[in-house]
């Protein structure tokens, strides 16, 4: 009888303690549930979106607050987006034809003007600190970031034009060698990496403050941009070439561990062709087919178009997964550490090759869920949301600041006394 009495105390004691200590530490919501919190309460920035390219040639099908392409801000509110970098891309085929500091402006000029009809949803963030104001009165975040150097000039002459207009990083080149450097998709490589220019490029955006961005450039530029540099760096939108070898769009596990040792941070590209080797090889294919039905004229859009539906039909798009964009996540933190990895997905520049989970600005939670499942933890995760993309800005920013040139602030105030160009400003001596 005492025994029995003694063991229901023991229970009803036992059980109360169970209840105690679930109302302190209640169940882990699952991953899912988790993960939409978490992406919610942390900073997202990608690093490389080309929502201003696209919005450029298709004006119709391309708008702000709603979008057929893969960024817009309702989406980017549900995916948890904070700082979305803008890409200010403009194609070699524009510095040939001598257009590419015009289109630059022009598609700075588009984002000002969507901050200008949506002040309570959007603003520009020409700083990091920017970042932080934005984010706390409920707006997204809108980050310049330039892609091909070619409309700074021969000279790189509207630098100060467009690090007044706010750009925080740069890449030198893209798909074709120019004026400063050899471009990963360029086989000739005329420079062996950096073109003098290129180097004394390197050296001015570091005064500037602005980052300097690895992807699209060769294997050579890409070192000698990291001698040349007195700051960390950034890869805005590149996977690992390791998980497609020979693909030189990706970088090399010697240059994460370079990246990573120098205080840098490499932002994982979320195309299937970028993290997927099958998905790489299908593109191959499809090129050759192209050519094969084609020649060498550019055939005309609405027969390319039918002829793309058609091979798809045919040979299915292997896209990747989540999966297959966390193996790169991984291995750059193995390579490097978790200090060294974030996102640049590349939505609006990559068309339908994103992965089934990672189709558009809305699926953050996913990936989140996906790092959840793998074991990371909150602070990981958040670091690679946007914490190490944040370091590396703020340590460009701080650089270029002890050179004279603190960034030009758009909403932190204090910051700078340059402040920011009127509009249209100095716009004749640039073009
Ligand atoms: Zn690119």
Known sequence: M????????VTTR???????LAACTPAEPPPDERAAELARRHLIADTHIDFPIRRHFQPDAVGPMQSEGQFDHPRAVAGGLDVAFMSIFTPASAAEAGTSTDL?????DAMEEIVEDAPDRFGIAACADDVDVLRDSGRLALALGMENGSPLGDDAEHLDHFASRGISYLGLTHSRTNAFSDSSYDTSEPWQGLSPLGVATVRALNERGIMIDLSHLSDNAAW???EHTEVPVVATHSSLRHFIPGFHRNISDAMVEAVGAQGGVVQ??????????TAQNWAVARRGAVAAAFGVTEPDPAARLAFDAEYRQAHPYPYASVGTVLDHIDRVVTLAGIDHVGLGSDFDGVGDTLP???KDVAAFPNLVAGLLRR??????????????LMRVWRAAEAYGAASGNPPPCAQAPGLSDRGRPAPGADRENAV
């Open 356 to 358: 089934e989970g990672l």
């Open 2 to 9: 005492t025994r029995i009495r003694s063991r229901g105390v």
């Open 104 to 108: 630059a402006n022009s598609l700075i």
């Open 14 to 20: 036992h059980l109360a303690a169970v209840l105690v």
């Open 268 to 277: 994982i590209n979320f195309g299937s062709d970028f993290v997927s080797e």
């Open 224 to 226: 000698q941009a990291l």
């Open 375 to 388: 074991g990371y933890a909150e602070d990981a995760i958040a670091k690679i949301l946007g914490g190490n």
